[in-house]
């Protein structure tokens, strides 16, 4: 009968921030204000006024008229830069916080995660905060004697289970509280970027977690920045930008516009004031960007298309071989590949002053999904010295559209690797009472359904 | 009473249930003066609540050489001290009880009473990280915070109890209206930490000011002398308009079987506390909204 899940209807929250300035402002006015000010307060403080000291302060609008409809069952990805008023949304639909103005009409149990590990404390043991931060989250304390067995697997803490969680490496501290969150079964779940936690290999653990959860038919909002996990969980997304709804549907399509507008990690830097660019003696830096094979600058790659990568530099005294090179980082932190410039023109060439650029191409079917973040650096040959380095200018995401023809072929869930090559694989094959071949097959556990 | 109507008319963020799918349906709106104590939704998290007083309970002396002890070398000593210095050098009169049960009878409840004004007052501030995360109703916590100091309180009451075997007193039926006396004091304490805890959010100057408060406090309560050194009966009975006035004297009646019954000081002091503990509530109410953006 009524499949909505989540109503929105012009919300708006104001946040009053930092201090105006007065222009003119004497001693003794500060004085004065210093005798006067607190008895001002505390009349306001009295008749109930929570903008006790709020007069003097600026304010924001972190969301404003924000309308939208969640259906039942549906996984909605919220995006934005830090600032757009994704959390500040999430808080109120949560409760944490009360909008403005603007209505919201949530129909089902709410549980918000917009942190692990809320209300832990240091000096409880692992089972103790179990309970803890379970009751804190919402669950019933049956709920929590139920679950906590696969709990306490899902976290992998077993052994340490009945120690004070101050003795715990923070891995184990987030795991153990993640688990608790991921073991909430409310109807509605609102989540803000909470996966940017644990190890690489936990992240992705959480990640099937809640993938599951999308798929046991529950509402989802989830707030993140991992353009690829958002558009591997939610089939749509919104976009918000300076409190507004920028942009809402298709997760791809949002996705690509939201890492095209310039919203989200930049794709080019320029450097137009030479004496803050970065440089050496030989040579300076003056832009890097990423672009697709046509030269269009772009943030978003598909991963069966080829990317170049293209520096521009200045070079400021002749005479010297220079070997520019890029390094690429994955958002985990793992340097992923490096490489030098190869130009058979330039090769141990001494090269006069002026501009250049060059370029690398990247050919499709290499990368793997997630965001590259690219370090542009150079150095002079023989003599080597050290040039400039500039670290993490520029970043782009790799997007699997999940037509069938990547390297993932018809698998849509997480699929992990530095590297994500397009490899040719051929099969043998013997139908049955022929001589068997027999391979070793090695097949991931699948994953615990919690019900 | 029909201001608390509108009150009650005007609740917001109610938590209604559909009738028809029985899927409850949470209006989420901007709430405006005074609203409604929803002590309904309190009641749904009574599970937290109790979550809440355990880990305050388990944590308090996690980490400390004389762990529990604690909960009785304060009003223990504060009791010797009091018992050398008011009791034999200064004579104060003690209604005819020895001085140290006489004080200590007093002390009990005293500890419990500050002692949760103290924690309570800082307890949303503590509780910070808890408040921007998670919503629950924020009540829970300063009641949580006092509640938790009921094991303290148990625990010293144990040794009024020795001591009073010890001194030979024999308790009179009166001991039955002792838990209503517990009532009064946790009511005074909490009533009084509603308002300094959400006053605390946005002035932490109220963590500077309940040291003073306690001790000002402390010296207008008769805890070190006697409530019958006013002689005026009417002047005795205001003096109840302290509340801590009917529960230290109420401890002693029910006890120490003071021959005067305290009967008028208990009645004005409940209607304090009462006072105290609903305008508490209701204040921290309409300053709810503001807790999250702020602390």
């Known amino acids: 009968m009524n499949d909505i899940s989540i109503h929105v209807e012009n919300i708006s929250k104001k946040y009053y921030i930092g201090q105006k300035q007065d222009r003119y402002r004497t001693l003794r006015d500060t004085l004065a204000d210093a005798f006067v000010a607190p008895f001002r307060r505390v009349s306001k403080l009295l008749r109930g006024q929570a903008t006790g000291a709020a007069e003097l302060h600026e304010m924001i609008w972190a969301l404003k008229d924000v309308s939208f409809e969640v259906k039942r069952g549906e996984v909605v990805g919220i995006i934005g830069r830090n600032g757009a008023g994704k959390s500040t949304l999430l808080k109120i639909l949560s409760r ?9 009409e949530i129909h089902g149990r709410v549980g918000s995660l917009l942190e692990v590990g809320t209300g832990f404390h240091e000096e409880l043991t692992g089972r103790e905060n179990i309970s803890l931060n379970g009751a804190i989250l919402g669950m019933k304390r049956s709920e929590i004697e139920r679950k906590f067995d696969e709990i306490v697997a899902f976290a992998e803490v077993e052994k340490f289970i009945d120690t004070p969680v101050k003795h715990y490496s923070s891995g184990m501290y987030l795991r153990l509280a993640f688990a608790v969150a991921a073991h909430l079964e409310p109807e509605i779940l609102l989540v803000d970027e909470v996966l940017a ?49 920028l942009e809402d549907g298709p997760a791809h399509k949002v996705v690509s516009a939201y890492l095209n507008s310039g919203l989200g990690t930049t794709a080019i830097r320029e450097w137009p004031d030479p004496a803050k660019a970065p440089s050496g003696d030989v040579a300076r830096l003056r832009a890097t960007w990423i672009q697709t094979q046509d030269g269009r600058v772009t943030e978003a790659v598909d991963i069966r298309q080829d990317v170049k990568v293209a520096m521009e530099f200045e070079v400021l005294k002749p005479g010297h071989v220079l070997l520019p090179h890029f390094h690429f980082d994955n958002e985990e932190g793992v340097h992923v590949f490096a490489t030098v410039d190869l130009d058979p023109n330039w090769r141990l060439r001494p090269r006069p002053t002026g501009r250049y650029v060059s370029t690398a191409r990247i050919p499709g079917n290499l990368l793997a999904e997630g965001t590259l973040f690219v370090h542009a650096n150079m150095v002079t ?10 670290p993490e200018t520029i970043a782009f995401q790799v997007i699997d559209s999940l037509d069938g023809d990547s390297a993932r072929g018809d698998w849509t869930r997480h699929l992990g690797g530095a590297v994500r090559p397009l490899l040719e694989w051929e099969t043998q094959f013997t139908p049955n009472g022929k001589e068997e071949i027999t391979a070793d097959v090695e097949e991931e556990k699948p994953q615990k359904q919690s019900s | 009473m029909q201001n608390l109507k509108k009150m ?14 029985d899927v409850p349906v949470i209006r989420i709106e ?22 809440l007083v355990w880990r ?7 980490q400390t050489v004389l762990g529990v002890a604690w909960a009785i070398i304060q009003p223990f000593f504060t009791m010797v001290v ?40 800082n307890s949303l501030v503590g509780g910070a990280r808890l408040i921007k995360k998670v919503y629950f109703p924020r009540l829970a916590m300063p009641i949580a915070t006092v509640l938790s100091g009921t094991v303290d309180f148990v625990l010293a009451f144990i040794v009024l109890l020795v001591m009073i075997l010890a001194y030979g007193i024999v308790p009179t039926i009166n001991v039955l209206f002792l838990p209503l006396f517990l009532l009064l004091a946790l009511s005074t304490s909490l009533g009084v930490s509603l308002w300094l805890s959400a006053m605390n959010v946005q002035f932490r100057d109220v963590g500077y000011i309940v040291p003073f408060i306690t001790q000002f406090w402390m010296f207008a309560t008769p805890i070190a002398y ?3 050194l006013i002689e005026n009966r009417l002047l005795r009975t205001l003096y109840g308009i302290n509340p801590m006035t009917g529960v230290v004297e109420g401890f002693r009646w029910a006890l120490l079987g003071t021959d005067t019954a305290p009967g008028p000081i208990v009645i004005v002091s409940s209607a304090v506390a009462l006072a105290l503990l609903v305008s508490g509530a209701f204040y921290f109410r309409r300053m709810e909204k503001t807790f999250a953006d702020v602390v």
């Open chain 1, 96 to 104: 944490i916080t009360e909008p403005t103005t603007g209505l919201a």
């Open chain 1, 197 to 245: 936690v644990g190890d690489a290999r936990f992240q992705k653990k959480c990640l099937n977690k809640m993938q599951d959860v999308g798929h046991q038919g529950r509402t989802v909002l989830f707030v993140s920045h991992n353009m690829p996990a958002i558009t591997r969980l939610c089939e749509r997304v919104i976009l918000l930008d300076e409190g507004g709804i």
């Open chain 1, 381 to 390: 040959l023989n003599p080597d010295t050290f040039q400039f380095s500039a």
């Open chain 2, 8 to 21: 009650k008319q005007q609740s917001t963020n109610a938590l209604l249930s559909s009738k028809a799918n």
């Open chain 2, 30 to 51: 901007p709430s405006q003066g005074w609203v409604s104590l929803k002590l309904d939704e309190l009641w749904q998290y009574r599970e937290l609540l109790y979550f």
């Open chain 2, 56 to 62: 305050d309970v388990k944590v308090r002396y996690k």
């Open chain 2, 82 to 121: 009091f018992s050398v210095f008011f009791g034999e050098l200064a004579k104060v009169p003690s209604d005819g009880i020895p001085y140290p049960i006489f004080s200590y009878a007093a002390l009990v409840p005293w500890s419990f009473f500050s002692q949760g004004l103290g924690q309570a007052s």
């Open chain 2, 226 to 228: 006697s409530s019958s």
